[in-house]
């Protein structure tokens, strides 16, 4: 990080070596406040302290900014760059003031008004109580910088959010507007808003890649191919839907998705070597928990296929000790092949990827641990840029969205824009291509439909 302030030039000069920094905060938590209250929740963190008499009044985390292919690119969005607006595309100049609330994880929510957004800091995990007034806080306070009363309300369409809880609260307190918005079709109109796609210049076929998201019908996406535009979307295919043993539990130990993806796909799966890795203890309660449909919702995540592949390979077969470690673990190790071609593919089935075939030839690929690594990343993008390409041209576009945070795997990034360079690719660089992104595409949704 570079220093911001004198003081830190200070101690960098005192010091006279690079210094790693990190925010006053357990892990979780929002940062501290007050000089009282960090020498309280952080004294078993901290050996020494230095002090400072001058009072913090909004907290605002580090942003997280990195170079991909020659251009920044956004992880998070936060000090040095908030509250800057956003310059809105052709055709929504004259909107009224509208909330939208964000998402529960990585949040940040958005205030629209007559042409312009201003997307707050990221602020965190809603579920932690404190999160959650950190977050009501900063809203009331940028509606009085902004002197800004919303009129309408959007939220995300998971009936469990906070987020979405809160946002039908105020709107029904306020006698207002709540639009619920799907977490996917938010992802892509956030990246075509960035990008100036006018209001009525039509659909685009959008891959949405993360961990999970509400969609149509109750179902639970994270793997999809949209056709959307800032109205309406329609879902036109993706991953097959796969059991989430323990629902969220599965988000934490890599193993459960092995475990369901390979029932699911591969009949002979106890005589792979790492099937012996499976705590086996639970294994056969857990086999019958997803034969049952008991804590095992279905989903299309791309997030969990990471996470099962990643087991495969060695990593993270047992517990994540933060999120995304695994599929972390198993892009750094894809980058260090030197093998580009593998005997390896992800091919259509009408309008699914074929998991299957994936897993059969995965599996018999007799190769170095970074060759199957790099073998899963370039099936995965071949078989999304063969979805895309095919809704793409059954529709008459040229244009497709990537977004969703899977898609800060550069990667599969890389490979998917390799695959599809005969078209116009949007990826979300001035926001996180994940949740922290996610209120601006639910503001104008809403918009659109007030």
Known sequence: MLPTNPLQHLLLAF????LVMTSGNAGGKPPA???????????????LWLLHNRDIVQRVDDSLVRCHDGAAEMLRRARGYVPDAFTLPPGFEHQP??????ADLKNTFCLLRDGYAIVSQHLGDLTDSDVEQQYKSAIALFEDIYRFTPTTIAVDAHPGYISHRLGHQRAQNAGIACHEVLHHHAHITACLAEHGWPRNAGPVVGLTLDGIGYGEKGQWWGGECLLAD???CSHRGGLPAVALPGADLAAHQPWRNLLAQWLHFVPDWREQPQAAHFPQHALLLLIK?????????????AGRLFDAVAAATGFGVHEQSWEGEAACQLEALAWQSDVQ???VSMPLVGNLLDLETFWHEWL???AAPAQRAHAFHVALAQGLAALARQVARE???HTIVLSGGVLHNRLLSTLLHRELSDFTVLQPRRLPAGDGGLSLGQALIAAVRE
């Open 230 to 232: 800032y109205r309406s």
């Open 364 to 366: 018999a690929y007799q």
């Open 97 to 102: 003031a509208l909330l939208a609330m964000g």
């Open 33 to 47: 406040l007050t000089n009282t209250q960090a020498l309280d929740d952080l004294n078993s963190l901290a050996d």
């Open 395 to 397: 529709e008459n576009t």
């Open 289 to 301: 928990a997803i034969e049952r449909g008991v804590q095992s919702p279905h989903s299309s995540s």
């Open 15 to 18: 010091a006279d070596r690079p």
């Open 341 to 343: 071609f593998h005997p």
